[in-house]
């Protein structure tokens, strides 16, 4: 069975938590670490204010920064992977508003990832109101949610998330083949067949990334993978993953994890006896 944990339950503390007509607003601080796959009794919204992680569901491998807005229905089962420090401000949906949806045929049941829409920023302005908490704010941030929830259910009904193309399946199925390699977006597009700006732009539509910051990430989980095994130098890991060099690698990595490829190795590679 499958493990359930409290939305907002990530490696960190929590900063400040209101109850909002029934809806629970979360703000936590977060450190580096991970999740293993587990889900949550309740639906919510994820708004990173800061900071880097992924998510992982489904299959699919999600790289989430900065004002990234994240919907994910109950019991989806999920993986996180903070990559440093961060802050994310969470909105959990109580089960009668979740029934009330699914009566006017409006249920939210798939995850979904939105990016620079209307929802970011009806997020963005329920933040600044959960930090601002007066006296008209209880009815504020009331109906900014209220609006949020009307907002992505009438994106749901005009785009299926999951419903991805045969050759953007393709495309990324090749970059996480050769995400170590020197490549072009033009070569990715030439070899799905589609023009390289719609392939760029559908790309970050439903994935939230580039797919340069895709490609950075799976080489990031690359050198993480051999970190832990004590095997290979630095240098060595740096080339195998597709940085220019250890220096270059150094300098990715810790802007990704918030500390060092050392540090992280002395942190999870066996100890010698």
């Known amino acids: 069975m499958m493990e359930k944990r409290a939305v907002g ?4 503390t929590v900063i400040k938590r209101l ?11 977060n450190r580096p670490g991970q999740t293993p796959m587990h889900a949550h009794e309740n639906s919510y919204f994820c708004y990173l204010l ?9 299959g699919e491998q999600l790289l989430c920064k900065p004002s990234s807005l994240i919907f994910l229905p109950s019991n989806e089962g999920h993986a996180v992977q903070l990559h440093n420090q961060n802050r994310v401000f969470f909105i959990e949906i109580p089960p009668r508003w979740t029934a009330r949806l699914q009566q006017l045929s409006l ?51 005009q785009w299926k998330d999951r419903s991805l193309p045969l050759w ?22 030439s070899e799905v ?4 700006v719609h392939l760029a732009t559908t790309f970050r539509k439903h994935f939230g990334c580039t797919i340069g910051e895709f490609a950075r990430q799976l080489r990031i989980e690359q050198a993480r993978t051999e970190l832990a095994k004590r095997d290979l130098s630095l240098a060595a890991i740096a080339l195998a993953a597709g940085f220019a060099d250890q220096s270059h690698f150094s300098k990715v ?3 990704h994890t918030g500390i060092t490829p050392n540090q992280y190795r002395k942190e999870h590679a066996p100890r010698l006896v």
């Open 168 to 189: 953007l399946r393709k495309a990324r199925e090749l970059l996480k083949v050769r995400f170590a390699e020197k490549f072009t977006i033009a070569e990715i597009a």
């Open 50 to 58: 800061n900071g880097h992680y992924s998510e992982r569901y489904g």
């Open 19 to 29: 109850d909002v007509s029934g809806f629970i607003l979360t703000e936590t601080a």
């Open 107 to 157: 249920g939210l049941d798939q995850t979904t990832a939105y990016s620079n829409s209307y929802l970011n920023s009806l997020c963005g302005r329920l933040y600044r109101e959960f930090c601002t908490s007066d006296a008209a704010s209880t009815l504020a941030m009331e109906g900014l949610v209220l609006e949020m929830l009307a907002e992505a259910s009438r994106g749901k009904t």
């Open 193 to 196: 067949g589609i023009h390289e």
């Open 9 to 12: 339950s990530l490696n960190g």
């Open 253 to 255: 990595f810790k802007a």
